[in-house]
């Protein structure tokens, strides 16, 4: 017997789609996991010496399906890419043609059962953000191979969890956006919405191999589309109304935690939806349907700043001559952080400091030079200088 918790589930991107590369697998922490094998056959019509049924033939195999997981800073990231047909830019991700194709396993450690499905593309990705509970993405994947086996061995090497673990939630959106209009409260409060990504993938079989399974998965057209409930206003009412006549609206929102963040713009979409009704003890509201068209969506990768641990100025002390000069450094810390700092002077008519931290003494006296990080005006050190004669 089998218990749920004991399936773990996890990926790798493929080099070469269908064929899994070395090395360490990623944790694909999910809700539900339905990437399986649908296996195809057809009734066999033959008429035997008697009027038994004849049983089917197995014709193709198809290996695709649903998988639900929460939403994490980088985390999906590499499926994203996958959808969108193309790796991230810098932190944008926008419109290709390339095949980003992933293995995905499982293993029943309670029983010894393994399986992976390679070759696996994203058709669909679509991001469901009610108004109380968490962000909920369901990734279809369509794959070209299956494999699996029960001797108590697993595909899955060395799995790696994922960098992050805050879940966006419906309290991390912000810069919900129509047009160009920030949305709220005091126009059209929205109640929910979803986003999906939809690349109307085909599959592509090839006689001659003996391969039951996909040859090639291939995308066709890229829709982004998705619904927006909102309280019926006359902002909602003009949004209702470009239906009328074709105008084009465009959506963004981003999400953002202490992780990082995302902004999803679809510059250019169309409407539709009902005129909106309810009883005397309801709140109206407007369920507006959308899709993208003509221009590409983005997604704008935000990562979260560097928090600044300390600045620290070398050399501490230093006495110079009038007209002799010191060059300061100022290392700020962790490593990765921004080294832009500001240098000033507490007595500049004693030492004055240049924007890269050389000192020059300029009469007899003290001066303390401050370093104050431009992350974080919080985090500085100092260096005191003595001018001589």
Known sequence: MSSGAKVSTAWKREITPGITPPGDWNVLTRVSFGLVPTYNSEENNEIGADRMAQGTAQTTVDVGGDVETK?????????????FGRDWVGNVLTMGNDRISFS???????VGIAAVARGA???????????DNEINVTTTFAAIAWDDKADNTSFIVNPQSEAHQRRYGFKDVNGLKINGIQLGEDNACIDSFNLQFDNAVQTQRCIGNGNPFPGNIIPTTFTPSGS?????????????KSQQTGDALSFEFTLNNGD?????????????????DGGSTDIIQVELSYTGRRVPPTITRLP????????????????????????????VTPVGSSQLVTWTSSAPAVASVSATGLVTGLSAGSATITATSKADGTKTDTAAITVTV
């Open 71 to 83: 939403l994490r800073y980088g985390a999906l990231d590499d499926f994203m890419a996958s959808c």
């Open 104 to 110: 995905i396993g499982s293993y029943a450690s309670d």
């Open 121 to 131: 593309q994203v058709a669909t990705m679509n991001f469901d953000v009610p108004n």
């Open 228 to 240: 927006i409930t909102m309280s019926w206003s006359k902002a909602a009412y003009n949004f209702w």
């Open 260 to 276: 990082g963040g995302y902004t999803f713009l679809l510059p250019e979409m169309e409407v539709s939806g009902d005129w909106p």
């Open 304 to 331: 979260a700043p560097i928090v600044i641990a300390a600045v620290s100025v070398t050399p501490a002390t230093a006495s110079i001559a009038e007209d002799e000069t010191v060059d300061l450094e100022a290392v």
